[in-house]
């Protein structure tokens, strides 16, 4: 499943994002993509917000992991200061998937880590507030929920 989403506002990609973690449920991986400024952080913001996490969310590009405790944890990393594919071991990367969600900024430094079923979340900055936001849904855990994501992405 691939859709398309327009966002206008930071405020309004944190309110898609806010739609969209409403969504997520134990052990769904996002896999964000996009250039430095594309509103990664802002869209996880929205994320923790729907999922029901109250704490701020703040980029995790010093610390590689911020977790924020939950209904259901939220994982998010961010991979852009990782050089090597060994450093995720060192992390224990792989010991978080299937359990919380995972949301992962500069996922595209190491694509052949993400799980099957992650969904590829690909922030295209238009200029400085419009946003586009291409999801592909990969998985079978996401046709049950596609009703639900083709009612965001109008």
């Avoid at 586009?132 to 109008?154: D, M, P, T, Y």
Wanted: glycine share 10%; aromatic share 12%; net charge negative.
């Amino acid at each position: 499943m691939k859709y398309e989403r327009k966002t206008q506002s930071e405020e309004e990609t944190v309110a898609f994002g806010s739609a969209f973690g409403k969504l997520l449920e134990e052990g769904d991986v996002v896999a964000l993509q996009g250039d430095l400024g594309a509103g990664k952080t802002h869209f996880v913001q929205g994320i923790a917000q729907g999922m029901g996490i109250c704490a701020p969310v703040v980029s995790p590009t010093f610390t590689i992991l911020n977790y924020y405790d939950g209904p259901v944890p939220l994982q998010h990393f961010d991979f852009y200061r990782l050089e090597r594919e060994e450093e995720l071991e060192a992390l224990g990367f792989a010991d978080y998937l299937g359990s919380g969600v995972t949301v992962i900024e500069w996922s595209e430094k190491f694509p052949e880590r993400l799980p099957a079923g992650a969904v590829i979340v690909t922030i295209e900055k238009l200029d400085d507030l419009t946003r586009i936001f291409k999801l592909h849904f990969q998985g079978n855990s996401w046709q049950k929920r596609e009703k639900e994501v083709s009612a965001l992405c109008f």
